[in-house]
Each structure stands twice: as structure tokens, then as C-alpha cells.
């Protein structure tokens, strides 16, 4: 069988997944994890994602992700890529880690995204590791219902936005969405040509072929502040040319040439910032 496609579109709207190689364990301890997610927060800032809903699991992760720009392989190779390192780093191994390349089914938003975030945080529940999502740590139901504080990369309003404006009533009548799906079935047997999970006509608006422009970096980056503005009294310190690179998506050239530097000081000083986590 052939690979599926990559369709990339701006605001394209996927649930990804990635395993371990051979089925092998992707995380061994809480210390993976976290850096799992921590890489993870990196990438959706970096890439400028909308991260719906996640989930880590011993041998494979969930997520959703909404793209606003057609970036959702580059950002993968990034996130695969810099965990497979750190996690080999630290266990002193070398090889693949994950499985070939991640697998990304296209969703459509309005009739699939809610039922999937759903899906997504039951995962444990349906392995039998616990009986409720809420005793698993390593996925957003707890954050998006309230029970913890939601990290800055995750995107909570779309979804409890879906069941009211006020927070907490949104948040009781999640709750009881997700435990009423913990007997439902699973979506994929809606999934077309391996990688459309969605109505016929959407499934025929984005076939292969059609020509989709990404949109201008210009328009989407028409707000953010300038190079002066970020440097201002802050002379080229670490944060403020991960901030200007991460948050903002100046690119390392255009730091460099604001700070009348050579591209390499740039990246160096990028490095020490990424490697302390400023």
C-alpha cells in the first residue's frame, strides 16, 4: 500500500499520531514526558498551532492540531525529530525512536473536531490503564475542564466554546460529553482514502491537485512588533531573540541584520536560550 498524502492548506484542522518503532515504548518515566512536552509547547509556539487536544501515551501520542499556515510536516519533523534526540541523548541509545513517518488523518472541523477531542483524551480509558481520563496526567482533559491550570499552548476556547460562553457551565457539560463517550464507537470507520475524515464535498475540495496558497507572512504577521520595538532595552540578550524567533517568527537572518551581527552569533545565542528554556 502506498504512503497517504501530505494535504496542507492553510487552517487545515488534523489528528496526528506517531508510535514507537517495533511498538517499543516511546517514554520510560515522568522525566519523558515532561520533555515530550515541553518539545511539543516549543513547536506549537514555533509553527504558530492551535493545539485542540493531546495525548501521550506509553507507546504512541494523539493530537490535534489546527495549522493556520500549510506547515504541519515541517513542525512534525521538529517535534519527532528533537525528542527522538533527547530521549536517545538521555538513555544512551541510538536509532529510531518513532515508527517511519507520523500519520495525519485531514478533519473536517465543524463535523468531526469535537467528537475526536473526545476520542483523543479517552485513550487511557479505552486501554484500561484507568477508569477515568481525569487519572491520567499526560492528556488535556484535566486542563480543559478546569482541574489544573491549561498551558499557554493549548487552545481550550473552540472546544468549550462548543457547549456555552460561561466557562465553568462549559466545562460541567464537557465532562459529561467525554464520560458519555466512553462506551461510544470510534470515528475512523469514517475516515476516506486513509487520510479524509470528513463530508463528501470536503473530501472532494481538497483532493490532490487543487492549488492552495499559503497565506502571505506578511498578513499574518502584520501585528506583531518590531525588531526595535523587541530589542528595545533589552540590547541582544537570549530571551529577547528567542522571543523575536519563537513567539514572533522573525526569521535568524533578519535578527542578525537588525543586530548588525553575523547570522552564526544569532544561532548560538538562539541555542543557549532554547538549551536554559529563558
Not at 525528542?83 to 473536517?108: C, D, M, P, S, W
Not at 473536531?113 to 481520563?133: D, F, G, I, Q, T
Not at 497565506?215 to 530571551?239: M, N
Request: proline share 4%.
Amino acid at each position: 500500500m502506498s504512503r497517504p498524502l501530505r494535504i496542507e492548506f492553510p487552517g487545515a484542522v488534523y489528528h496526528v499520531t506517531s508510535r514507537g518503532n517495533a511498538r517499543q515504548d516511546i517514554v520510560t518515566d515522568d522525566t519523558d514526558r515532561i520533555q515530550f512536552l515541553s518539545i511539543l509547547s516549543h513547536v506549537v509556539d514555533r509553527y504558530g498551532w492551535l493545539c485542540h487536544a493531546y495525548c501521550l501515551m506509553d507507546n504512541h501520542y494523539h493530537l490535534l492540531i489546527e495549522t493556520p499556515q500549510p506547515n504541519l510536516s515541517q513542525g512534525m519533523r521538529q517535534l519527532n525529530g528533537r525528542y527522538t534526540q533527547a530521549y536517545n541523548r538521555r538513555h544512551h541509545r541510538v536509532g529510531h525512536l518513532l515508527q517511519g513517518r507520523f500519520k495525519a488523518i485531514l478533519v473536517e472541523k465543524d463535523a468531526h473536531l469535537l467528537e475526536l477531542c473526545r476520542y483523543v483524551v479517552l485513550n487511557p480509558v479505552r486501554a484500561k490503564l484507568v477508569a477515568h481520563p481525569r487519572r491520567w496526567g499526560w492528556s488535556s482533559y484535566r486542563a480543559t475542564v478546569g482541574d489544573t491550570a491549561a498551558p499557554e499552548w493549548l487552545t481550550t476556547d473552540w472546544v468549550l466554546g462548543q457547549f456555552g460562553q460561561r466557562v465553568g457551565v462549559a466545562q460541567e457539560k464537557y465532562r459529561t460529553f467525554v464520560a458519555e463517550g466512553i462506551s461510544g464507537t470510534r470515528p475512523w470507520e469514517q475516515v476516506t482514502g486513509q487520510i479524509y475524515l470528513g463530508s463528501e464535498a470536503f473530501v472532494t475540495r481538497h483532493q490532490p491537485g487543487r492549488r492552495i496558497l499559503e497565506v502571505p507572512r506578511q498578513q499574518t504577521q502584520a501585528h506583531r512588533p518590531t525588531l526595535t520595538t523587541l530589542f528595545v532595552g533589552k540590547r541582544a540578550s537570549e530571551r529577547a531573540v528567542l522571543q523575536a524567533y519563537r513567539r514572533y517568527g522573525y526569521r535568524l537572518a533578519e535578527i542578525a541584520a537588525h543586530l548588525g551581527v553575523h547570522y552564526a552569533t544569532v544561532s548560538r545565542r538562539l541555542k543557549r536560550a532554547e538549551a536554559q528554556n529563558v
